[in-house]
């Protein structure tokens, strides 16, 4: 039988034990835990997921993590450790319940509540805010937006909850979509407890940056500000906050994707978006859940339709913290490649690429067979941490 899901995640944090000086066959000495660490302690501790648990596990009360991982795997909670009992969140690979997926359905049981939530990753894949639009008495078209930050906390599979702050109440923020050329005006809101910015990739004035010392700088808590700037160049962007410590407004959820459609436009197609991230649940600066558009394992156990022959264009952004790289690998086919989407030319024919963060790339691929093919992170530890999902390739007109 193969190494089950949470085999998988205790070796993980005994190598992070390690790394940080910890015997794993001792008690763990915790770290003085700072404010962010205790707030998820409190909200996470006591749900059900052995996942939960073994994300906190190294900062919580002196107990051997070989142990730990016992109680992880068998569904039971050494006492002493001042953990709820939790259900295992693995099945034995060849036999998921999880639609037959086969050595896949090696995954977080359960489904995340998307309704708590007000967020989904199916409907997410196709959702594009357009703005609201006018005209200029120039004659060029505006796309006016709001975009509120809020801190919000989110579940990142079933039954294990992070503490995000948030664009518009979701991880990923809001995908934003304007033509090349458009004027654009967002309104930023700070509805959340620190202070943030909007930074946006792309051309523009140097107080639109969004960073602090230059222009507005940091928007405060209650506070908004206005940036407007031109729709250049086109292709593949993304927003995020860019306040100190970045790497902590980033990680927390402050990004989302931000396209600039050619003048001339591009070839009708399915399209997709796709945002690459990972979540540090116990703030010690690795990542235990890795996923695209949040949810890990989502689109293994909701395959993402498309038709036989159709093309799919799926937009892909990098927005993993703590890892220096992450990657994208489709089975059973190759795809263009059009890195940053600024060119109408793809660059490479392939079915892997890798991106560091806030890296892109417009892919584009058809299924010339139907059936059901993975795509997955080419890191396998991401894959076997939540980053993999399926495509069900139907007959022409099944979709």
Same mark, same amino acid.
């Given at each position: 039988?193969?190494?089950?899901?949470?085999?998988?995640?205790?070796?993980?944090?005994?190598?992070?034990?390690?790394?940080?000086?910890?015997?794993?066959?001792?008690?763990?000495? &915790?770290?003085?835990? =700072?404010?962010?660490?205790?707030?998820?302690?409190?909200?996470?501790?006591?749900?059900?997921?052995?996942?939960?648990?073994?994300?906190?596990?190294?900062?919580?009360?002196?107990?051997?993590?070989?142990?730990?991982?016992?109680?992880?795997?068998?569904?039971?909670?050494?006492?002493?450790?001042?953990?709820?009992?939790?259900?295992?969140?693995?099945?034995?690979?060849?036999?998921?319940?999880?639609?037959?997926?086969?050595?896949?359905?090696? *995954?977080?049981?359960?489904?995340? =509540?998307?309704?708590?939530?007000?967020?989904?990753?199916?409907?997410?894949?196709?959702?594009?805010?357009?703005?609201?639009?006018?005209?200029?008495?120039?004659?060029?078209?505006?796309?006016?937006?709001?975009?509120?930050?809020?801190?919000?906390?989110?579940?990142?599979? &079933?039954?294990?909850?992070?503490?995000?702050?948030?664009?518009?109440?979701?991880?990923?923020?809001?995908?934003?979509?304007?033509?090349?050329?458009?004027?654009?005006?967002?309104?930023?809101?700070?509805?959340?407890?620190?202070?943030?910015? +909007?930074?946006?990739?792309? *051309?523009?004035?140097?107080?639109? =940056?969004?960073?602090?010392?230059?222009?507005?700088?940091?928007?405060? &808590?209650?506070?908004?500000?206005?940036?407007?700037?031109?729709?250049?160049?086109?292709?593949?962007?993304?927003?995020?906050?860019?306040?100190?410590?970045?790497?902590?407004?980033?990680?927390?959820?402050?990004?989302?994707?931000?396209?600039?459609?050619?003048?001339?436009?591009? &070839?009708?197609?399915?399209?997709?978006? +796709?945002?690459?991230?990972?979540?540090?649940?116990?703030?010690?600066?690795?990542?235990?859940?890795?996923?695209?558009?949040?949810?890990?394992?989502?689109?293994?156990?909701?395959?993402?339709?498309?038709?036989?022959?159709?093309?799919?264009?799926?937009?892909?952004?990098?927005?993993?913290?703590?890892?220096?790289?992450?990657?994208?690998?489709?089975?059973?086919?190759?795809?263009?490649?059009?890195?940053?989407?600024?060119?109408?030319?793809?660059?490479?024919?392939?079915?892997? *690429?890798?991106?560091?963060?806030?890296?892109?790339?417009?892919?584009?691929?058809?299924?010339?067979?139907?059936?059901?093919?993975?795509?997955?992170?080419?890191?396998?530890?991401?894959?076997?941490?939540?980053?993999?999902?399926?495509?069900?390739?139907?007959?022409?007109?099944?979709?």
């Amino acid at each position: 039988m193969g190494v089950t899901f949470l085999e998988r995640l205790a070796a993980r944090i005994a190598r992070i034990g390690r790394r940080r000086g910890l015997r794993t066959d001792v008690a763990a000495v &915790p770290d003085v835990p =700072d404010p962010s660490r205790r707030e998820f302690i409190r909200a996470g501790v006591g749900v059900v997921g052995g996942l939960a648990v073994a994300a906190v596990a190294p900062r919580l009360a002196p107990y051997p993590l070989a142990n730990l991982a016992r109680g992880l795997r068998d569904g039971t909670t050494p006492s002493g450790t001042g953990l709820a009992a939790a259900a295992p969140l693995i099945t034995s690979p060849g036999h998921s319940g999880q639609h037959g997926l086969g050595h896949s359905g090696n *995954i977080a049981v359960g489904e995340v =509540d998307t309704k708590r939530m007000a967020y989904d990753p199916v409907p997410f894949l196709t959702q594009f805010d357009r703005g609201k639009v006018s005209q200029l008495p120039n004659g060029r078209t505006l796309r006016e937006f709001q975009v509120v930050a809020h801190d919000r906390e989110i579940e990142i599979a &079933p039954g294990i909850f992070f503490p995000a702050w948030t664009f518009n109440g979701t991880v990923p923020g809001t995908t934003l979509r304007v033509r090349e050329g458009d004027r654009v005006r967002i309104q930023f809101v700070n509805a959340g407890t620190h202070p943030h910015t +909007m930074h946006f990739h792309g *051309i523009h004035r140097a107080e639109m =940056d969004g960073v602090p010392g230059v222009g507005p700088g940091e928007i405060p &808590p209650g506070g908004s500000f206005t940036y407007e700037f031109d729709a250049i160049p086109f292709g593949l962007h993304q927003y995020h906050c860019h306040t100190l410590p970045l790497k902590r407004h980033i990680h927390k959820g402050l990004y989302g994707m931000f396209i600039i459609d050619p003048r001339q436009g591009r &070839p009708p197609a399915r399209e997709l978006v +796709m945002v690459m991230n990972a979540f540090d649940t116990n703030f010690d600066g690795e990542n235990e859940v890795y996923a695209v558009n949040t949810v890990a394992f989502h689109y293994a156990k909701h395959p993402i339709r498309v038709k036989r022959n159709e093309l799919v264009r799926i937009y892909v952004v990098n927005m993993t913290e703590f890892d220096p790289i992450n990657s994208i690998h489709i089975h059973g086919n190759f795809f263009h490649v059009y890195r940053t989407g600024t060119s109408l030319v793809p660059s490479e024919y392939t079915d892997t *690429i890798m991106l560091c963060q806030a890296e892109r790339a417009i892919l584009e691929v058809r299924f010339p067979y139907a059936g059901r093919f993975m795509f997955h992170a080419h890191q396998s530890e991401f894959t076997e941490l939540g980053w993999m999902g399926v495509f069900e390739v139907t007959g022409d007109d099944d979709v």
